[in-house]
């Protein structure tokens, strides 16, 4: 089993910046995918930014050039820093990983999320 446990959300004004970060622990054998999701209200949980464990990193539209995704494959972590922060950013913000164990079985596994609020 791998846990991973979410640190870093909060209130922040309209404009200003968080960082997001998340470690994965446990039965730890190989991860792949690292990825960030969000979920507001009455809407679906959508698909934030991901990164290989080669270091490719792709983004959403809608926070391109304002979020970056970066992980430390040595210390089985990843953070996302968050700049120009919009109220419409306002979601819970959920870790997501693939991993494969020793066996050569593929698992996802999700954080439990942080709130993140962007509000004057």
């Known amino acids: 089993q791998v846990q991973l446990v979410e640190s870093g959300g909060g209130l922040v004004q309209p404009g200003g910046s968080l960082r997001l970060s998340c470690a994965a622990s446990g039965n730890i054998f190989e991860i792949y995918l690292m990825a960030w999701y969000r979920q507001s209200p009455g809407k679906q949980r959508e698909l934030v930014a991901t990164?290989?464990?080669?270091?490719?990193?792709n983004y959403a539209d809608f926070v391109k050039g304002r979020f970056t995704i970066a992980r430390d494959n040595a210390k089985n972590t990843v953070g996302l820093q968050m700049n120009s922060l919009k109220p419409e950013d306002t979601a819970v913000y959920y870790c997501?990983?693939?991993?494969?164990?020793?066996?050569?079985?593929?698992?996802?596994?999700w954080g439990q999320g942080t709130q993140v609020t962007v509000s004057s």
């Open positions: 990164i290989t464990s080669g270091g490719s990193t």
């Open positions: 997501y990983i693939s991993h494969r164990n020793s066996e050569g079985y593929m698992y996802q596994y």
